[in-house]
Structures are given as C-alpha cells and as structure tokens.
C-alpha cells in the first residue's frame, strides 16, 4: 500500500516521461528453433487486434514446413519486408520507411537476431526495432536464448559443439525489454514438431533429447537470474532489507588458512546444486598485518574463488566481534547460507565466551548456518563415504513375479503432464484447453474431468467443442457440493482427460482427501492426464512461499507428484502483464481486484514468485538431465552419495525442518531420515498431535522417520550419535534452539551439546523464523 504514495526520484520521474514517448519492447524468449515463439507471437498479435490495437506484421518466418505459422497470420496486415538474396537463400529485411510512414501502434518482428543486408541505414534487426521504438511504435519479437552473448558460451559448453547464430546480441537485451516470455516446451514436445514436418534449417546435434533439455534449462535459469535482479532493484527501491526467498545465495566466512580451500569448494558445491550465488568473505583484525604465511593462503583462495565464479572479499574488522561483522554482511548481501567451520572451542569455552553460531543466528532472520568438519578431526579422517555404485541388472536376467507386474503396471499407467504457473491468471488453464483442442483435431478421444473457469471469459471461449465430464454431486451439512467425478471419468474411459487445479483438496468423507491422489487413480486405470497447479503449492517450497507472500499455503501437493509427471510446462508471464490482466478483470471478480494487488498480487511478490517458478523447473529439467547420465548439467556433479539425518524438537517450526531435509536430500538423490527423541517426561495431547504430523509429513515426502525414547534427559544426544552412526549420516540438519541464554544454562543445550558430539559432520543449523533480525 505505501509503494503507490512513495515519492518518485529525479531519475525515475524523467524515465517515466521518456517511456510516454516510446514504444514498449515485448521479448518471447525460447530454447531453441522450434519451440513455437513465432506461432505465439501471431496468436499475441490477433489478441491485441481484438482489442481494437493496430497491430502490423513486420517480418515474420515463413515456409511450408510452418503449416501453423501460415495459417496463424490470417488476417493481420503485413508492411512487405525487403527481398535480399545471400547466396543461395533468400533473406527478408524490416522496410523501415515504410513502417514509419505506417506507424502503427504494434509491429510484430520475428528472428530478432538477424544481420541486414549491406547497404541497409542499420547493420542489425535489433537497431531497426530500437529505432522503431524511438518513434512511439512498440514491438513484439522473438529471440533464441543462445543467441545472446552471455548465454551463447554457456550453450556451446553445455551441448558440446559450436552454436551456429547469425548475430549474437548484448547481454543486456532482455534488460532492454519491458517484458520477456519465456516459452518453455519440454524436448519432447519439440521432437514430434521435427517429426511432424522439420521447419526449415533445423536439424544436427542441436536437435538431440539432451541438448533440446540443457538449452531448456539455460533459458529458465538464466531468465531467473534476470528476475532475480529486478526483485534486488524492486526490494532496494522498497527498503526492504534481507533475503527474499526466492533464490540462494551462498557465503563463506573463512581465515587464511589451509582450511579455506575446503570450505570455499563446499560452498560452491552447495552454490551450484541450489542455483545459487557464491560469495566469500575474510575479515582482518584493521591494526593487523598478514604473516607471509597467510598471504600465500590469500593470493590462492582468492584465485579458487575467481575460478569458480564467485565474489572474493578482504574486510577490516573493526571491533573484536566478528559475529556482527558476519552479520552485518550477510545481510547487506541478502544471504540465505552460511559456510564455515566448525567451532574449535571447548565447552566451558562457549558458555563462558558464547557461541559464533548462536551469535549470528540470534541477530539475523532466515540466515541458515552450514557447518563443515575439519578433515584433521576425527581421528584425522573425514567422514566421506564413497559413492556405491549399483550393478546394472543383467539383461538375462528373468523377473521375478512382483517385477513383472510392477512393469506392467507401469507400461499400462497413463502419461501425466503438469502446467506450473508463478501464480494464479498466468494462462495455465487457457493453454491446457488451448492443447486439448489440438489432441483432438488429431484424432484423441479427450474429455474435461474438472475445470475452474473461475469467470474469465477467455478460458471459458476455449472450451470449445470438447465433453465435459458432468461433476459428482456430494450433499453435505446441508448444502451440495461438488467435485470430480472420478469413477465416471473412468468408466469414460478416454484417452485424455483434463483435470484443473491440481492441489485441491476434496470434500470430507471423499474416496481421497486431495485431487492428486484422484489423479492417480486414473493414471492408474491407463487415462492420460494433463493437470495444472502453481508453484505455491509445492509441499517443500511453502517455507519459501510464506517467507515472500506472508500467506502460509494450506493446500499442497507431495513433490513426488511433479517429480513423477512425464512432462512438466512452465507457463510464463512477466509481473506487470499478469497485474494488468488483474485489473482487467481477467482473473478475479472485479470486487477482489484492488486487495489482491496490494496482497499477494504485489509486485515484489510477483517477481519473486516468477523466479522461484524458474528455478524449480530448471532444477526438475536438470534432474531429468542427469537421469540420461549427462555430465555437463548446470549445477554439476556431486561429491558423493549422501544421507540427511534430521533431528526434531515437537514445536510447529519442525515443520519446516523436515520440509528443508526433503529439499536437500532431493537436490542430492540422498536417503533421509527425521528423527525424534522423547525424553522421559510424558508427552501432552498438543505434543502428540505435533507428533502425528511431523511422522505424516515426512512419510508423505518420502522420508523415514525414526522414533526413540530414552529415560534420561542427559541421553538425547548420545541416542541421536548412535543413530547417525547407524544410518550412515553424512549431513545432520537441526534447528536453532529458541531458548534463551538463561534457559539454556537452566533447562539445558541439546543442539549446542550435538554440534560438541558431531564435528565430524557437516552440519546445516536452520534459522529460527521467529528470531529477530
């Protein structure tokens, strides 16, 4: 709310004039060739034709092999392009002059990364649309992800071979744009496009399942990081201090020494696996000088960092408190992780002097501390276990009854394919309608098991001629409700059906509590299923979700479920589109408009939403990328097999600690346990309760989870020890202990007496929520 009274500056005033006078820049964003941005850019064109906007086209791909293409023109104007020949081909320029003279209000460019022919006023595309611009004209155009200049050798490294472009434009050129779109389609949607009919210059290496799959992931992450700025800007601009939640950012608090190394390559590990950022930083005392010692360490732990892309700085420590100066930094840098050390004091050390790591998480908010081991504890070994590697099944090998039918099942189950969307109105629903309508046209028996219009107007034109499934009727406390009809979809039996908002929960006393597990069951009975649901709804991210919005999402869905679709879609939209479409009434009833704005529709929420969407289908592409035995994925190898030990208290916050377990283990294909230890004291009904759930929670996101008692409180820790000995723990996860500094030395310190017991763990202390920054 206070945004829209807050002041502008000098220079956001003379931009805001500026932009009055020039046209807006829309940039569909795409993977590869192929990937339908043309197509989408038509479809754009006759939307905002609809609307009463003239829209021309400028340049647009043609062919016979772009059926699609030529039949989406219709009936927009076309100002004919310059004919060029270069060599053998024949080439299409912007006619500028006439254009101009025109002077439409929207002029439709495909293949911004163009050369112009010799002689032309402008050697590229990009400078004709910079210049239509300038004359009030906006553009809508499309753009390759490999075709700019930061991206193009990250795409060459990643597919193996040289990427052959026309032009290769800025890097900035998606921050020149007012909007970009990233078209996300999944490689297998592109292989059929090839095999239906390749469009014209398509073909090689760049066209295999894994290259279609990493240049896929480029385009989600590197647009994330895009957003990821403008959300520092916005937040910056708001005064809002801290991490967002929406992305990782990694800093390693080190000394010069030999150590440094080891905890600088950990938090690049842990950096490249979570998409994130990297930064280190040493602080020296200010009237100290470096021994020669510790300059040699310098010199090569600042050459480490700048080999593996991160942010290496030396800061004065002004006062002998380094706990705020870690803090102080961390959070100017919106850190959400910090690496370092283990501490090396003893305990009468700690109590007397205090703890580093409770230091810093007293005095920072949703700051997580990772402590690694010094590889000379432990009786000088650390403890790495080696991968173990599982023999490959012989071939020959006949199965067993319980694995034949296990095979079947599978061969017989139907293929499920999600649209993920930042937020509700991105267009999820529409676009699902949009490509059952498609199926059908080919020949696929589909039909509409459920669908939430919601009122827009849009979605609804959309259903078309497809059957609509009618709902289950289910009286309850005197009123009907109703729901999906599951068994009827299946005594339908088509080959498709469309099943909307993935994440609902259903009427109790249903045959299944949620939607997704209705899912199943059709999957099950051998119906494909195309579904939709929003990133806020990830079980795992609704600690992040709560952390950017404020709103703690009730309805969830297990990751596994995404995890388990054949196919997953992002469908993108920027913030200031999607606020726009709200406004027109497009998403909510015009009563709800202005408090969805200034609430969860915020701008800042929006932007963060959009990234974290980005990342987490990058990261479910990379996933799949690794399970085709690549080794050149973005976020790169890991170091070894892993397994998580999570150890709860039975306070709501355990909630989120075992939510954080799942996502690590998930990101690192590790084994992971939650346990809980119950001292001798009787537990009370509420405790219990928290009990029931956390033991559901975990076996819902796969987890295992371990119950012991002891009768003494003394014991807890040494139950835990024996435990993570037994399973073979590599990484302990604990939350920050709520206690004060006097209830600690009254009531006890189980977490500071298990960081005692496990230095030779790494060991990731979680930030309370509730703990003041």
């Not at 023109?73 to 076309?78: A, D, F, N």
Request: proline share 4%.
């Amino acid at each position: 709310m206070a945004d829209q009274f807050r002041r502008k500056s000098p220079e956001e005033l003379l931009d805001s004039i500026s932009k009055l006078h020039r046209g807006r820049l829309k940039i569909i964003l795409g993977a590869v060739s192929g990937a339908g941005k043309t197509y989408h850019m038509l479809l754009e064109g006759h939307s905002l034709k609809k609307k009463g906007l003239d829209v021309v086209i400028g340049v647009v791909g043609r062919g016979e092999n772009r059926p699609k293409t030529e039949e989406k023109i219709g009936t927009l104007e076309t100002v004919l392009p310059i004919q060029w020949r270069r060599g053998e081909s024949i080439r299409y320029d912007l006619d500028m002059e006439h254009l101009i003279e025109r002077n439409p209000e929207v002029v439709l460019v495909d293949n911004l990364a163009k050369r112009n022919r010799p002689g032309a006023d402008h050697p590229s595309r990009l400078d004709d649309v910079l210049e239509l611009l300038e004359h009030g004209i906006s553009v809508i155009t499309t753009l390759n992800i490999y075709e700019l200049s930061g991206a193009r050798q990250i795409a060459e490294k990643l597919t193996g071979f040289k990427v052959k472009i026309e032009e290769c434009l800025p890097e900035d050129t998606l921050t020149r744009a007012d909007e970009v779109k990233l078209l996300d389609v999944p490689p297998e949607a592109i292989l059929k496009r090839l095999q239906e009919g390749c469009p014209e210059g398509l073909y090689g290496e760049l066209f295999s399942q894994g290259s279609l799959s990493a240049l896929r992931e480029l385009s989600l992450r590197f647009l994330a990081g895009e957003v990821g700025e403008d959300l520092e800007e916005y937040r910056e601009k708001q005064g809002l201090i801290g991490a967002s939640g929406a992305s990782e950012r990694i800093l390693v608090t080190a000394q010069y020494h030999w150590n440094g190394s080891i905890l600088i390559r950990r938090g690049h590990q842990i950096a490249k696996r979570l998409g994130g950022t990297l930064n280190v930083v040493c602080f020296i005392p200010h009237n100290r000088s470096i021994t020669s010692e510790q300059a040699a360490f310098k010199r090569s732990m600042k050459k480490l960092t700048e080999k593996l892309e991160g942010k290496f700085e030396e800061l004065p420590l002004l006062k002998e408190d380094a706990p705020s100066a870690i803090v102080s930094y961390a959070t100017k840098k919106n850190i959400t992780r910090i690496v370092m050390g283990h501490s090396k004091k003893s305990v009468w050390e700690e109590r007397i002097q205090g703890s580093v790591v409770n230091k810093i998480l007293r005095h920072t908010r949703n700051i997580d501390i990772f402590l690694v081991p010094d590889r000379t504890e432990a009786e000088g070994e650390r403890l790495l276990p080696a991968k173990q590697t599982e023999l490959p099944v012989n071939p020959f090998k006949r199965l067993s009854a319980d694995e034949m039918a296990d095979e079947i099942s599978k061969i017989r189950r139907g293929t499920l394919k999600i649209y993920i969307g930042a937020a509700p109105g991105v267009g999820k629903t529409y676009t699902m309608l949009r490509e059952a309508n498609e199926l059908k046209k080919e020949g696929i028996d589909i039909a509409i098991g459920l669908l939430e219009t919601h009122g827009r107007k849009e979605t609804e034109e959309q259903v078309g001629e497809l059957e609509l499934i009618p709902r289950k009727q289910i009286p309850y406390k005197n009123v009907t409700l109703e729901e999906m009809d599951t068994a009827a979809i299946i005594a339908r039996n088509p080959e498709v059906v469309l099943v909307d908002e993935l994440a609902h929960t259903n009427v109790p006393f249903s045959k299944h509590l949620k939607r997704y597990e209705d899912v199943e069951e059709i999957l099950e009975a051998g119906i494909s299923v195309i579904s939709t649901v929003n990133i806020q709804h990830l079980e795992s991210l609704n600690d992040s979700v709560e952390q950017i919005t404020g709103v703690r999402v009730r309805e969830t869905i297990p990751d596994r479920v995404l995890t388990a679709a054949d196919e997953i879609e992002l469908i993108d939209i920027s913030p200031k589109a999607l606020r726009q479409r709200m406004r027109e009434g497009n998403i909510y009833a015009r009563e709800k408009v202005e408090q969805s704005l200034q609430n969860f529709f915020k701008t800042g929420n929006l932007i963060a939403l959009r990234e974290l969407a980005l990342r987490e289908v990058a990261d479910d592409v990379d996933e799949r990328l690794e399970s085709l035995e690549r080794n050149q994925t973005m976020r790169g190898p890991w170091r070894k097999q892993e397994t998580i030990f999570v150890c709860i208290n039975l306070r709501p916050e355990s909630e989120r600690l075992i939510r954080r377990g799942f996502r690590i283990s998930y990101r690192l294909k590790a084994k992971w346990y939650v346990m809980f230890v119950k001292g001798p004291a009787p537990l009370s009904m509420d405790e219990e309760a928290l009990l029931k759930k956390a033991k559901m929670l975990t076996e819902r996101l796969g987890g295992v989870f371990l119950l012991r008692e002891t009768k003494e409180s003394g014991k807890i820790v040494q139950n835990i020890v024996i435990q993570l000995i037994d399973k073979k723990a590599t990484q302990l996860i604990v939350g920050h202990t709520s206690r004060s500094r006097v209830e600690e030395l009254w009531k006890g310190r189980v977490v500071q007496n298990l960081l005692k017991e496990t230095r030779n763990y790494d060991v990731l202390v979680v930030a309370n929520p509730t703990d003041k920054g």
